[in-house]
């Protein structure tokens, strides 16, 4: 099969553990001249294994609307070797409930699309769903409560049930206010919030950049449990109005209780929880550094996890927290065992998916669409695609856009489409039968660079973009599957 690569098109730099992308400089001939249209030739990016798409990465700082299309089978000289990346995670995530955690590392499971469960309302435009596992969790809440209030209240019968399941709705009500109290700040401060889902441990608040001063970091992180401390003494005060022994001071006592240890579990100053992200402030605003606070906060957050992973169970067990705390049933030691594992390894991971955002981050600069361009050689639509591949052979273009006859471009051939074309078809089938046509968002100015890129493929999802002088000069044409690689190389550096 022919090839619109060369092997040696392409230099890789020489990096620990992969450069975010590889530099070649571009071609030192001259321009292709075609009907007067100059085509530079642009720098090809390094040939990298398959790799996880970055167009599909949820982070403070990308987090995007779509995922990208799977990427084209690139072409080489004697085969085609398709690529399937994997997609990683979506956000930005803030959780609270017991934990408010800020998932921004790749996925492990598949997330729900933009719905995301069932939709319940858009306070301050913000879509706000209720995911399908918060029914499991409501439902365990109104058994274990109902039981608790068998204790305390034993002449409701039947109708504890009733109560307990409204005090889940409330629980949930006030998780509800925590993360409205961080997308409320997030939208103060002008970052976008995707939105807000309520599951399986508490509530997430998709953010989709990252706080521009360690002050308002500080800030949005603070919010969250604020609220939930003002929930607690809103209840404390409205127990004091009522019967302690009576239905609605068992509900306040519990929403109270509850609420303050929302509150105290997410100010833990380790990441992902709220108060990894204050103290994560205070030493990005003491040393200048961002990365600096995260793989401090990030460490204490894994620390934190050995500590709830060892720790309540031994809390629950000598009854630490109060009488009977540790007798609920026979199945307590278990339970207990299970929820300080099922914590432990949320906060865990969270911090090593900081760790790594915040790698990324720091290497996000380099990714520039100019560095990662393939060159490119302009053919008219009648031209046969076994012509069109010689020419790009013999210019040693990884790419053909079809231009019309002003030499302007209109259309650039699909890698994928070349590909099912068998080598014997070739001279019979026309460039243009292979093409797709060029909207405004498929032009990517050769100056994009970092997130600024990233949002602009994001918003206009393709697999190849023609990539254009300031001046409107054709430059070449962008491939996802080039931006992918070089994304996660950008990921593997090690830290500066």
């Not at 995260?294 to 894994?302: P, S, Y």
């Not at 720790?311 to 705390?325: A, D, E, S, V, Y």
């Amino acid at each position: 099969m022919k090839s619109l690569a060369r092997e040696g098109d392409s230099e890789e730099g020489a990096t620990a553990r992969g450069a975010a992308s590889a530099s070649a400089a571009p071609g030192t001939g001259p321009g292709l001249v075609v009907m007067d249209k100059t085509l530079r030739p642009a720098t090809d990016s390094a040939r990298i294994p398959s790799t996880p798409s970055p167009l599909a990465l949820h982070d403070r700082s990308i987090t995007p609307r779509h995922h990208a299309p799977r990427p084209a089978p690139t072409v080489h000289l004697n085969h085609t070797e398709s690529t399937a990346g994997r997609n990683p995670p979506d956000s930005t995530e803030r959780r609270t409930p017991v934990a408010d955690t800020d998932e921004t590392g790749e996925r492990a499971a598949k997330r729900p699309g933009p719905g995301g469960g069932i939709l319940m309302g858009r306070p301050f435009g913000v879509p706000v769903y209720v995911s399908p596992s918060w029914f499991l969790v409501a439902a365990l809440i109104t058994w274990v409560f109902g039981d608790q209030l068998d204790r305390v209240l034993p002449d409701l019968g039947p109708a504890r049930y009733l109560v307990s399941l409204f005090f889940a709705v409330a629980f949930y009500a006030s998780v509800l206010v925590h993360e409205l109290a961080h997308t409320v700040a997030a939208l103060r401060f002008k970052l976008p919030v995707r939105r807000i889902q309520l599951q399986f441990f508490g509530g997430v608040s998709e953010i989709e950049k990252e706080s521009e001063t360690p002050g308002r970091e500080f800030v949005l992180a603070f919010v969250g449990p604020l609220l939930s401390l003002l929930l607690t003494g809103a209840f404390y005060l409205g127990m004091e109005l009522v019967d302690p022994a009576s239905v609605p001071g068992v509900l306040l006592a519990g929403l109270m209780i509850s609420n303050l240890l929302v509150a105290a579990f997410n100010l833990l100053p380790g990441l992902p929880l709220d108060g990894g992200r204050m103290l994560r402030a205070v030493i990005w605003g003491i040393t200048g550094k961002p990365m600096t606070g995260t793989v401090a906060a990030a460490w204490v957050g894994r620390a934190l996890a050995v500590a709830v992973l060892l720790g309540l169970p031994l809390i629950t067990h000598t009854g630490i927290l109060g009488p009977g705390t540790g007798d609920i049933g026979g199945m307590n030691t278990v339970m207990d065992a299970l929820l300080a594992a099922i914590l432990a390894a949320i906060i865990w991971t969270g911090a090593g998916n900081s760790l790594r955002m915040a790698r990324l981050r720091e290497h996000l600069p380099e990714l520039r669409a100019r560095t990662l361009t393939r060159r490119a050689v302009p053919v008219e639509n009648t031209t046969p695609l076994s012509e069109a591949l010689r020419r790009a052979v013999a210019a040693g273009a990884r790419a053909i856009v079809v231009v019309d006859g002003h030499g302007e471009p209109v259309s650039i051939v699909r890698e994928t489409a070349i590909a099912s074309v068998p080598e014997h078809r070739r001279p019979w089938v026309d460039v243009s039968t292979l093409a797709q046509d060029l909207t405004d968002g498929m032009k990517v100015s050769a100056e994009l660079s970092g997130e600024e890129l990233l949002d602009h493929l994001r918003a206009t999802p393709a697999t190849e973009y023609l990539v254009v002088e300031p001046g409107g000069e054709i430059y070449g044409v962008l491939s996802t599957l080039d931006v992918e690689r070089a994304f996660v190389k950008a990921m593997a550096r090690p830290q500066s």
